[in-house]
């Protein structure tokens, strides 16, 4: 009998004893285990995370029976036992109380969790006491899941709060750089990891996973591990879709491949994507509707940004953030909405949407951010576009952009309005579907957009405040098209003229490049 799907589950114990499905992973955490001692390691929200926490905490507490027939089975000591703290910074409710209260609550849940007689002391001092109590039987494992949750919460929200709680959880954390004696095992797990946190300042011995080459596969679903483990729910899917086994597995990786947590790494779904899709087989956005990225969002539309293939990022730009000065790029890539493409001989990385479920899903936001298009009426919207430009309908086209940038909020353009009307432009075309450019570099220049259908290429030239003619000199000047003749296509030149004035189109000029 298949084991059922685990949706929305997240504690081991569970899985296991409801005979659910669970990817064998205790491979890395055996090899996690057994070299070092302090670890971090930031994967996105619904990750995996919390079940590699409660697969840690059973471990240690020598739950034998409910790793029966998996890897680690028969290569741990079952007969090595030692205490386990355990906190998931999410669930407790420092949004209600605060993040003081919240963690002190929690404390003294664990003192009646252990036994120990209860004590009056401050959050350091009393963590301290439950660790020194503790470690009299055996050395403590501490697990803490989603640590920089009482951050992130803020973020965009109420600053102030987030900096009061990142000197909580400084002072919090301190704690164990002064217990190594007791310490058996410290793992913390995260969606980012801040600098200034005194769990990375003061353990300076604390060994990053998050980019570890050893372990980019530790968390998500291999191309190996969809296909050995989901056989059964593949041919059903298949045969309720009126698909090839391939053809649905090619259809999948399009959708929900292609996270990568290391330059040379394997590409990994997303579990929730793969879990959901099974269930209600058909192809829909899953992971992205578990959670809105609204202030990450508004973050880019303040560094007017909305194409990420343009800038290559380093390493330290998604390493470590500052809440002072937070980095969107390395931001979209711990919280997954942008991956690892590739990294070049500088150590410069390209990042771009792991798959079509974020950029399609994300598009639509940067949409609206950018344009004032609704959520549910770009799709209507684009469809229109497409069907206008396949037919060469051009000055439709811009009549229809004309009436989108008169509905759009003052506010959203008034730093940057060649920027907004770009890049308005720019996401409305992409998610379209056609293939676009922004910024091509060619020998002569930068061309604004490049657009191609399957019988046109067309050359977009944005003026602000001069005439659609001049958009369309450059173009000449330039010989930008030139570039693009061997595709066999006529490309057209469109230059565009925005108006500061009006705060919108004010004229375009359509021409043949021959």
């Known amino acids: 009998m298949a084991k059922k799907l685990p949706l929305g589950l997240q504690d081991f114990r569970e899985i296991i004893e ?34 590699t926490v409660s697969v840690l905490n059973e471990l240690y507490s020598g739950s034998q029976e409910l790793f029966k027939g998996l890897w680690i089975e028969d290569k741990w000591n079952w007969s090595s036992r030692h205490p386990v703290i355990r906190l998931a910074l999410t669930g407790i409710g420092f949004q209600q109380s605060g993040l003081l209260d919240a963690l002190d609550y929690q404390l003294n ?20 006491y439950i660790l020194r109590e503790l470690a009299q039987t055996n050395k ?5 899941d989603e640590y920089d949750a009482p951050i992130v919460h803020y973020l965009g929200i109420d600053l102030e709060k987030a900096y009061a709680n990142r000197e909580i959880l400084k002072e919090f954390f301190t704690v164990l750089k002064n217990s190594d004696d007791l310490l058996e095992l410290v793992f913390l797990t995260g969606v980012s ?23 980019a596969s530790m968390m998500g679903y291999t191309q190996e591990e969809l296909e050995r483990n989901f056989v059964e729910e593949i041919e059903t899917t298949a045969q309720k879709m009126s698909l090839t086994p391939e053809a649905l597995l090619a259809k999948m990786r399009h959708w929900y491949n292609g996270y990568r947590f290391h330059p040379e790494g394997e590409t990994v779904y997303n579990p929730v994507s793969v879990n959901m899709f099974f269930d209600q087989r058909e192809f829909k956005n899953f992971w992205f509707a578990t959670g809105t990225p609204t202030f990450l969002i508004n973050l880019l539309k303040q560094e007017g940004l909305y194409d990420f293939k343009l800038i290559p990022q380093s390493e330290q730009s998604f390493d470590t953030f500052d809440l002072e000065d937070l980095n969107p790029f390395g931001l979209l890539y711990q919280t997954g909405y942008l991956t690892i493409k590739s990294k070049d001989q500088y150590g410069l990385y390209e990042l771009d949407y ?12 940067l949409l609206e951010a950018y344009s004032g298009v609704r959520k549910g009426d770009a799709l209507p919207l684009v469809i229109k576009l497409e069907k206008l430009l396949s037919t060469q309908q051009v000055d439709q086209v811009m009549t229809h952009l004309q009436t989108m940038f008169k509905s759009l909020p003052y506010f959203l353009h008034e730093k940057y309005p060649e920027k907004f009307f770009h890049a308005a432009i720019h996401l409305l075309f992409t ?21 191609e259908t399957a019988t046109h290429v067309y050359i977009f030239e ?11 000199a450059q173009i000449r000047r330039k010989k930008y098209y030139q570039a693009f003749w061997l595709k066999g296509k006529p490309v057209m030149g469109v230059g565009v003229n925005f108006s500061s004035q009006s705060k919108n189109i004010e004229g375009w000029s359509v021409e043949e490049m021959a």
Do not use: W
């Open 18 to 51: 409801g005979g659910y499905k669970y990817i064998d992973k205790t491979a890395y955490v055996y090899h996690l285990c057994s070299s070092g001692k302090y670890y971090f390691l930031a994967r996105p929200r619904r990750f995996g995370k919390s079940i």
């Open 431 to 451: 998610y379209m579907g056609v293939t676009i450019h922004s910024e091509v570099c060619t020998s002569d220049g930068r061309i604004d957009a490049l657009v």
């Open 140 to 144: 403590v494992v501490v697990l803490i």
């Open 462 to 472: 944005f003026k602000l405040d001069e005439s659609p003619d001049a958009a369309l």
């Open 354 to 365: 792991p798959n079509y479920e974020v950029q399609n899903s994300m598009l639509v936001y």
């Open 109 to 128: 849940q664990l003192i009646e969790r252990h036994g120990l007689n209860p004590i009056d002391a401050n959050l350091s001092n009393k963590f301290q």
């Open 193 to 215: 990891k801040f600098s200034k946190v005194g769990i990375f300042s003061g353990l300076n011995n604390l060994t990053d996973l998050t980019m570890h080459p050893q372990y």
